[in-house]
């Protein structure tokens, strides 16, 4: 049986019914067309999926919808403003940081998050910060200069 939510994404709310099975990355990439968030594992290992739910960072993936009501939702899509990128999405590009791409929306969510609550990271931290975001396609450390780039 479906239940209808209210959904606050990208600072927009979305009335949606779905399944109480339902994960958050289903209903983002399915029913609200928000395909940035990537399923990658299915199982919470890879970090492909991350968003910001209420400030921190989730994988989408292991998190149901119907948990998200009442909360504030951040995906890829909603860190840019006004046509221009974030500045993190400009510095992953200019460090070289992105490869395949598949990982990235994952990645700069976690370094978001990261950066919010400490706008001067040391290395360390954005170390830690990515930790459960795999790539495979990099050594990470242009993706941890990107990130260290944009502090501040």
């Known amino acids: 049986m479906k239940r209808i939510l209210r959904?606050?994404?990208?600072g927009r709310e979305y009335e949606?019914?779905?399944s109480p099975h339902r994960?958050?990355?289903?209903?983002?990439?399915?029913?609200?067309?928000?395909i940035?968030?990537?399923?990658?594992?299915?199982?919470?290992s890879c970090g492909a999926c991350?968003?910001?739910?209420?400030?921190?960072?989730?994988?989408?993936c292991l998190t149901l919808a119907c948990s998200c009501e009442?909360?504030?939702?951040?995906?890829?899509?909603?860190?840019s403003s006004e046509g221009k990128l974030h500045p993190l999405q400009d510095n992953f590009m200019k460090?070289?940081?992105?490869?395949?791409?598949?990982?990235?929306?994952?990645?700069?969510?976690?370094?978001?998050?990261?950066?919010?609550?400490?706008?001067?990271?040391?290395?360390?931290?954005?170390?830690?910060?990515?930790s459960g975001n795999l790539c495979r396609c990099t050594g990470y450390v242009k993706i941890v200069e990107a990130i260290l780039a944009t502090k501040g």
Request: hydrophobic share 40%.
């Open 95 to 130: 460090y070289g940081a992105v490869q395949c791409g598949y990982c990235t929306p994952g990645m700069i969510m976690s370094a978001k998050s990261l950066l919010d609550e400490n706008p001067n990271p040391s290395e360390l931290d954005a170390r830690r910060a990515i």
């Open 36 to 44: 940035g968030a990537k399923e990658g594992c299915d199982l919470g």
């Open 50 to 60: 991350t968003v910001i739910i209420d400030g921190k960072p989730v994988l989408s």
């Open 70 to 79: 009442g909360k504030e939702i951040l995906t890829i899509e909603g860190i």
């Open 23 to 34: 994960t958050l990355l289903k209903v983002l990439r399915e029913e609200l067309g928000l």
């Open 7 to 10: 959904l606050m994404v990208n």
């Open 16 to 18: 949606v019914a779905v």
